[in-house]
DNA sequence: AAACGGACCAACCGCTCACAG
DNA sequence: ACTGTGAGCGGTTGGTCCGTT
């Protein structure tokens, strides 16, 4: 398969975005939308490849982006979706509105992995490590558990995750602190200094991310996850199916504080569907039972 | 104060898949 | 059926921050 014709091209910047390039960015996706992103960087004025601008807008200018530290309802449920889904961050991140595959990969990689471990839980097959090593000391190869199959690589686990998550309920994370990362972030803000109505409270963009947080209402769920490693797949199936799901969510809003910008593009056509919906309308459900 | 190392995060790379011609 | 191209995904890398020595 031959690479991206526009990787091909010379003079391309790489490496961290400016501020600059940002603006140029979310102005052209806020004003034409995206269509093809090998297009984007001319139209936008940008010397990077479709691909870098691409990821750049998913990862970081979506609007939708939730931002902030993980709730620990958040996180049990990238463990439990890992466990279901394996390494498939992208149908992860697909049941985690405003969280990106990147970031919960991150997450995984960085931090999930060594909490699992120190509970005693081997990450890559969720069973206790004791048992992996009894095993080992019985010879017995243990492989990670890994789904390969075309069939589990396909819409069946995406289904399936998507079962995990009706059922299982989360919370959207209400920690103040988890604004400081989000103060980390570079210079451009894509989001201007206006003032958000948001119900009867009144925050300007510095404070965004704990306006969603703000505006969400929470569903309570009556999901109650095992651990238990054997059955999982049954277990996950039988589940009480309580929560809203995300598809029922308006259009996004996020577009609505923009009032000198005309958007052109339905976003809701985003790949990322689920990522692309109302957040800050959003019923998200709750582990109740933790 | 400087050096070091771990944690975290953004971005790139290489691959596969889907689709149009 | 084959080929080229773009989109998307997961693995990996490199930079920055921060705590510890």
Same mark, same amino acid.
């Given at each position: 398969m031959g690479r991206h014709s526009c990787c091909l091209k010379e003079k391309l910047r790489k490496g961290l975005w400016s501020p600059e390039e940002d603006e140029k960015l979310y102005n052209h996706i806020t004003r034409f939308g995206v269509g093809c992103w090998s297009a984007v960087p001319k139209q936008a004025g940008l010397q990077r490849c479709g691909k870098s601008c691409r990821l750049r807008w998913i990862n970081y200018l979506r609007p939708d982006l939730k931002r902030g530290h993980f709730s620990q309802q958040e996180e049990d449920l990238i463990i439990s979706l890992h466990e279901v889904l394996g390494n498939r961050w992208s149908q992860i991140a697909a049941q985690l509105p405003g969280r990106t595959d990147n970031e919960i990969k991150n997450l995984w990689n960085s931090c999930l992995k060594k909490k699992l471990r120190q509970r005693g839980i081997d990450p890559n097959t969720h069973k206790p490590l004791s048992e992996i090593q009894e095993q080992d000391e019985k010879n017995l190869e243990m492989v990670?558990?890994?789904? $390969?199959?075309k069939k589990l690589r396909s819409q069946s686990m995406s289904e399936l995750g998507q079962s995990v998550v009706n059922n299982l309920s989360y919370g959207i994370g209400t920690d103040n602190a988890s604004n400081d990362r989000f103060l980390r972030k570079p210079v451009f803000d894509p989001f201007p200094l206006f003032e958000i109505q948001a119900g009867e409270s009144s925050i300007n963009s510095s404070n965004r991310n704990s306006s969603m947080e703000f505006q969400t209402s929470d569903v309570l769920g009556n999901a109650v996850f095992g651990w238990d490693a054997e059955g999982k797949l049954e277990s996950l199936f $039988?589940? $009480?199916?309580?929560g809203m799901k995300s598809q029922e969510l308006k259009p996004s809003s996020w577009q609505e504080p923009q009032q000198n910008v005309q958007i052109s593009e339905d976003y809701s056509s985003f790949p990322l569907t689920s990522l692309s919906e109302d957040l800050t309308d959003a019923n998200f459900d709750l582990f109740e039972q933790i």
């Open positions: 990670a558990w890994e789904p $390969q199959s $039988q589940y $009480q199916h309580n």
